[in-house]
């Protein structure tokens, strides 16, 4: 099959544009939605020569944060008002973090980008493969795990003096979270999810979490894939021997087998979640819902006395 636009092989076939590309206008195609992303979010506004802005992405090893690392460094080494740095979380597990490390710092090291790793141990005094086995509080890994990262991408973005911190969730990424939160009916998590996001960014102050972006979220997984296996980035391309979320999963499947009927249903998902997200969190905000706090353990900002994080690491020292 030929290419839309031109008279080359196309490598691949997008149902919901109707569109086969060659490998040359597929690259182009994903890059250009990033600098629309880039754009539409208001990233680069306020950032001058004199006061250039700190970017921080959050990079795993994987094919995702691998792209967007690849993609922001082309397009934007050469521009006098951002600065980027790679941020990298070790969780201390045994087999997998060590390799996805090891090619985390093959990519940023061929770009030349500046590279911080921050881990559990030398933070919180743990590691994943200590708070598995004694489990405390009877729950999934990955509620331990993304209370952890979370808190830690910020820890370290603040302390790496981030304007922005940019992670690598992709469309498919976005529209499971979307839908699952809107099944949970969890209206909370919808405004929190939309205020980290989706909304344009406000200018940050003290009280505030660093604003993050998400450029490659109308870009679906299997087009970061084909973009990475095209440019020849390497990538961890394993899975953490400790993910197990059977909800996500299903919902997953769910949407791929609608998509694969009805082309474009990710893309219509995040469009009405954020029309949804956009009235929720106003009316949100309207009431004065609580205000972000210190937490008076670390310091991090949250809305009880004592964070999430702290509680978690409390009860697993414990155990």
């Given at each position: 099959?030929?290419?839309?636009?031109?008279?080359?092989?196309?490598?691949?076939?997008?149902?919901?544009?109707?569109?086969?590309?060659?490998?040359?206008?597929?690259?182009?195609?994903?890059?250009?939605?990033?600098?629309?992303?880039?754009?539409?979010?208001?990233?680069?506004?306020?950032?001058?020569?004199?006061?250039?802005?700190?970017?921080?992405?959050?990079?795993?090893?994987?094919?995702?944060?691998a792209v967007l690392?690849?993609?922001?460094?082309?397009?934007?080494?050469?521009?006098?008002?951002?600065?980027?740095?790679?941020?990298?979380?070790?969780?201390?597990?045994?087999?997998?973090?060590?390799?996805?490390?090891?090619?985390?710092?093959?990519?940023?090291?061929?770009?030349?980008?500046?590279?911080?790793?921050?881990?559990?141990?030398?933070?919180?005094?743990?590691?994943?493969?200590?708070?598995v086995e004694k489990?405390?509080?009877?729950?999934?890994?990955?509620?331990?795990?993304?209370?952890?990262?979370?808190?830690?991408?910020?820890?370290?973005?603040?302390?790496?003096?981030?304007?922005?911190?940019?992670?690598?969730?992709?469309?498919?990424?976005?529209?499971?979270?979307?839908?699952?939160?809107?099944?949970?009916?969890?209206?909370?998590?919808?405004?929190?999810?939309?205020?980290?996001?989706?909304?344009?960014?406000?200018?940050?102050?003290?009280?505030?979490?660093?604003?993050?972006?998400?450029?490659?979220?109308?870009?679906?997984?299997?087009?970061?894939?084909?973009?990475?296996?095209?440019?020849?980035?390497?990538?961890?391309?394993?899975?953490?021997?400790?993910?197990?979320?059977?909800?996500?999963?299903?919902?997953?499947?769910?949407?791929?087998?609608?998509?694969?009927?009805?082309?474009?249903?990710?893309?219509?998902?995040?469009?009405?979640?954020?029309?949804?997200?956009?009235?929720?969190?106003?009316?949100?905000?309207?009431?004065?819902?609580?205000?972000?706090?210190?937490?008076?353990?670390?310091?991090?900002?949250?809305?009880?006395?004592?964070?999430?994080?702290?509680?978690?690491?409390?009860?697993?020292?414990?155990?």
């Amino acid at each position: 099959m030929k290419c839309t636009k031109c008279d080359q092989d196309a490598v691949i076939f997008t149902p919901y544009s109707g569109s086969h590309l060659c490998s040359t206008h597929f690259i182009n195609s994903v890059e250009r939605r990033v600098r629309h992303r880039i754009r539409t979010d208001g990233l680069i506004t306020g950032s001058t020569e004199d006061a250039p802005s700190q970017w921080i992405i959050g990079v795993s090893g994987g094919k995702d944060s691998a792209v967007l690392t690849h993609i922001l460094h082309n397009m934007l080494s050469k521009d006098p008002r951002i600065k980027l740095t790679a941020l990298t979380i070790n969780e201390g597990i045994s087999g997998y973090r060590d390799e996805s490390l090891e090619l985390a710092k093959k990519l940023t090291n061929s770009l030349g980008i500046d590279h911080e790793i921050f881990s559990y141990i030398d933070e919180f005094g743990l590691d994943m493969d200590e708070v598995v086995e004694k489990n405390p509080l009877n729950l999934n890994a990955c509620s331990y795990c993304g209370v952890f990262r979370r808190n830690l991408l910020d820890m370290g973005a603040n302390k790496l003096n981030a304007d922005k911190l940019l992670t690598g969730h992709n469309l498919d990424d976005e529209s499971q979270t979307a839908l699952m939160n809107f099944l949970a009916g969890d209206v909370s998590r919808i405004t929190k999810h939309f205020d980290a996001s989706l909304a344009p960014f406000p200018q940050r102050t003290e009280t505030e979490f660093i604003p993050r972006s998400k450029p490659l979220r109308d870009i679906p997984e299997k087009e970061i894939a084909l973009y990475a296996y095209l440019l020849d980035i390497p990538f961890y391309n394993g899975d953490c021997p400790y993910a197990v979320d059977s909800f996500r999963g299903k919902v997953r499947e769910l949407i791929l087998g609608l998509e694969d009927d009805h082309p474009g249903t990710r893309h219509s998902i995040m469009a009405g979640y954020e029309e949804f997200a956009t009235i929720a969190s106003s009316h949100r905000h309207s009431h004065k819902e609580s205000s972000l706090q210190h937490c008076i353990k670390c310091g991090s900002l949250t809305t009880q006395k004592i964070c999430q994080k702290c509680v978690f690491v409390e009860a697993v020292k414990a155990a």
